[in-house]
T-cell receptor, first 120, second 107 residues
Framework: EAGVAQSPRYKIIEKRQSVAFWCNPI?????LYWYQQILGQGPKLLIQ????????DSQLPKDRFSAERLKGVDSTLKIQPAKLEDSAVYLC??????????????????FGEGSRLTVL | GENVEQHPSTLSVQEGDSAVIKCTYS??????FPWYKQELGKRPQLIID?????GEKKDQRIAVTLNKTAKHFSLHITETQPEDSAVYFC??????FGAGTTVTVRA
């Protein structure tokens, strides 16, 4: 089975520029997550989708970050304008586990290789 | 929201010895606790998980214990091997990860 695909693998931009990351989850996985992993830290959840709906975006800095999963398959994460502190690896993950309302998140996450962003 | 603390941040062990990593969480409603292993430059991969209705789970050289009353859980690796060298992350549900423990196994 093909894994989670992400692109680009690396991106260098200057502050105040914009960037977009793309993720294609494992076929059939309903749930998709975007995480930000700053060097030396654990992954921090930015947004969770179930099919094409947002389940949790409470930690997404909405003044500069946006994400969509219009057709419930692949997803795009955008940053505009970028700040120095956005330098990180952006990890996309998918899960076959369907989260029912009121249930906590469980199940194995399958991560992509990540997109490393450097903001100068 | 959930807050997960992980200790130690680095751990160096002699090959063949055991390694223990501990995590605490804040939300008593959390009921799923996975552990992920991330080798240098690679993606995190699930190595073991435990649900709140179980106190301990083993898989070959890896075990996880959970104390719901104290809100902490631990990863135990026995008979460590060089290929166990990696960064290990604990998590409470899939929403909050610990900061990671860098494990180095000395040959």
């Amino acid at each position: 089975e093909a894994g989670v695909a992400q692109s680009p693998r690396y991106k260098i931009i200057e502050k105040r520029q914009s960037v977009a990351f793309w993720c294609n989850p494992i076929s059939g996985h309903a749930t998709l997550y975007w995480y930000q992993q700053i060097l030396g830290q654990g992954p921090k959840l930015l947004i969770q989708f179930q099919n094409n709906g947002v389940v949790d975006d409470s930690q997404l800095p909405k003044d500069r970050f946006s994400a969509e999963r219009l057709k419930g398959v692949d997803s795009t994460l955008k940053i505009q304008p970028a700040k120095l502190e956005d330098s990180a690896v952006y990890l996309c993950a998918s899960s076959s586990k369907f989260q029912f309302l009121g249930q906590s998140n469980t199940g194995e996450l399958f991560f992509g290789e990540g997109s490393r962003l450097t903001v100068l | 929201g959930e807050n997960v603390e992980q200790h130690p941040s680095t751990l160096s062990v002699q090959e063949g010895d055991s390694a223990v990593i501990k995590c605490t969480y804040s939300d008593s409603a959390s009921n799923y606790f996975p552990w992920y292993k991330q080798e240098l430059g690679k993606r995190p991969q699930l190595i073991i998980d435990i649900r709140s209705n179980v106190g301990e789970k083993k898989d070959q050289r890896i075990a996880v214990t959970l104390n719901k009353t104290a809100k902490h859980f631990s990863l135990h690796i026995t008979e460590t091997q060089p290929e166990d060298s990696a960064v290990y992350f604990c998590a409470a549900s899939l929403l909050s990860f610990g900061a990671g423990t860098t494990v180095t196994v000395r040959a």
